[in-house]
DNA sequence: CGCCCGCTTGAGTTAAGTCAATGACCGTGG
DNA sequence: CCACGGTCATTGACTTAACTCAAGCGGGCG
């Protein structure tokens, strides 16, 4: 019953959610085959962006939700005197445009990290589909709930004494979200991490330099290996205690310079 | 033509949502007549709650959503040390509980921090009329998304570098949500923080020392007056410079002393 | 009336910011 | 192919704003 759908047209099917390897994370969640084929009905299409092109800008008006489907993005604001504060990175599987449904216009930037791909959901005809669709109401709920508990996360973040440990908890939860769909082994784990330091820098409320400085230190206690974009965990239950405090192993700063 | 449905039942004519001062602010906005019908039938009741008490706990099942009435409330997270980290304030007309959506347990704590009451929007309910009502539907997904610019600020204002502009940008965002249903004159404002300076604090990931002293400064330079829980602001100008940049500010500090 | 809790204030410490220089990589063009 | 320039990242020296610890104040409630 199913074969006889998936032959008919291999390449509407390339770009269907049924089909989709993200299918589990992203809005069809616990939708019904029928009702995947409304949901289809409401992505536009995939659209590719380049590294660092913008997605939206602040003051945009609500056209869509975005899917990432492969690579990242950034979201952030600037204020007055042009100081970035990102509010968040987004991988595959998550949804941005969120913050346009207020009031019709965004009032956040997301801006491509890498080469990437995204679905665009048209938000009327979302909209229209979720009237119909009773699940994908409640899958969108629980979409944007996600989305708010992930703010949350942040703020717990941010609100840390110890820069490491934002960073800790930052490398935590960033390597978490990869394995959800990478379905990557559990430890010796290396991340590409699609930010520059100063983006860390900005996600967490400080300086590059600290950053910067953060990264070697876990890398000099055998935490992390640390080459450019490319990080090694060799010690994820080092990591994991360094997201509760830091404290225990400040020492060992002036211990082996 | 509605003085005729006005009459009919004064009591429950209290407790409905078409009545209500918060009108425009809470869910109703923007949804006709005869489905403001329906979302009443979806509102339970009327509670009540002490100063103190939990609206919900982290790991409470979802059961409803919750529409601040009167009062206020805050929600926070509790990490395994037992610090504190405040998430948001929740003032009338404010809705709180989305963060139980993503999973149907909460994640988060809610408390009054005065005597408060509390309309019950349960959400098996709230769902079926959203459903039925498509506007309720686009009034539900614009409040969260509210929350989440909501979000997006405390985030930014947790990312600045200067406490002094944390504070700042909290008192005046707090003088500015009071005005929104209080119809406050704009300038000569007189606060009354429902939240203890501790509480602020741990909204801002600072200690409450911190606070304390940049409360005293901002009366030392003429911007505030502060007695325990009252904040009079003298300067609404002064108040929203601050929230800019200290930096121009600072060298008041040891002027009048 | 007095105790308790929340708030304020002071003195000293420290972690993170600032400023500045250097180093490593990348893409471009000779 | 290699030299060059630019960007991003690292590191060092110094400064400073916020934290810690500790004491004292004051208002509200029993």
């Known amino acids: 019953m199913e074969s006889n ?23 069809p969640a616990g939708i019904g085959r029928d009702d995947l084929v409304r949901l289809d009905s409401a992505v536009r299409d995939r659209r590719a962006l380049d590294q660092g092109s ?9 056209q869509a939700l975005y899917v990432v489907r492969s690579g ?4 952030f604001v600037l204020n007055e005197a042009g100081e970035v504060q990102i509010l968040g990175f987004h991988l595959p599987g998550e949804i941005v445009g969120f913050d346009a449904l207020a009031t019709d ?11 990437s791909s995204i679905c665009e959901l048209p938000y009327a005809r979302l909209q229209q589909v979720a009237i119909e669709v009773p ?9 944007i709930s996600r989305e708010m508990v992930e703010e949350h996360r942040h703020t717990v973040m941010m609100g840390r004494q110890q820069a490491q440990e934002q960073l800790a908890i930052f490398l935590k939860n960033l390597t978490d979200r990869y394995q959800r769909y990478q379905r990557l082994q559990r430890d010796a784990i290396t991340l590409t991490l699609p930010m520059s330091r100063y983006d860390i820098a900005k996600y967490l409320g400080l300086v590059v330099e600290t950053v ?7 890398k000099e206690m055998g935490v992390l290996e640390v080459d450019r974009k490319s990080v090694r965990i060799l010690r994820p239950d080092l990591l994991a205690d360094l997201c509760r405090s830091s404290s225990v192993s400040t020492s060992k700063r002036r211990g082996t310079g």
Chains 1, 2 share one sequence.
């Open 135 to 143: 699940a994908l109401h409640r899958q969108l709920m629980r979409v």
């Open 5 to 27: 759908a998936n032959i008919l047209d291999l390449n509407q099917l390339r770009r269907s959610c049924g089909s989709c390897a993200l299918h589990e994370l992203c809005l």
């Open 72 to 75: 990242s993005l950034k979201s």
């Open 212 to 218: 910067s400085r953060l990264f070697s230190r876990m």
């Open 54 to 62: 913008m997605l939206y800008r602040d003051g945009d008006g609500l």
């Open 105 to 115: 216009r965004h009032v956040s930037h997301a801006e491509a990290l890498e080469a």
